[in-house]
Nanobody
Framework: QVQLVESGGGLVQPGGSLRLSCAAS????????MAWYRQTPGAQRELVAS???????HYADSVKGRFTISRDNTKNTVYLQMNSLKSEDTAVYYC?????????WGQGTQVTVSS
């Protein structure tokens, strides 16, 4: 049974930082590309960042230079370090296993950037 549990969201001021975590179970984590998506009300879920099994990374243009995705295969966890946060980063953030289990989603974690 695939489970994805996101955590680490919260309220932060513009320019601040947050680190999101996603603990995965029920998958061969070390063999899986992992990704972070985000969604705002009324909008489609959008890809934020992804990391392959050999730690090649991809970022949406809107977060390049500010966000960093990483993974710890010993903990079956993927992280998203978010720096220099902007109000437009406000969203619910989800992790996903885009190649092997694209239809499985966790509950997400809310990130709100506001002064």
């Amino acid at each position: 049974q695939v489970q994805l549990v996101e955590s680490g969201g919260g309220l932060v001021q513009p320019g601040g930082s947050l680190r999101l975590s996603c603990a995965a179970s029920g998958i061969r984590f070390s063999s899986s590309t992992m990704a972070w998506y985000r969604q705002t009300p009324g909008a489609q879920r959008e890809l934020v960042a992804s990391i392959t099994t050999i730690t090649s990374t991809h970022y949406a243009d809107s977060v390049k230079g500010r966000f960093t995705i990483s993974r710890d295969n010993t903990k079956n966890t993927v992280y998203l370090q978010m720096n220099s946060l902007k109000s437009e980063d406000t969203a619910v953030y989800y992790c996903n296993v885009p190649v092997r289990y694209p239809n499985y989603w966790g509950q997400g974690t809310q990130v709100t950037v506001s002064s």
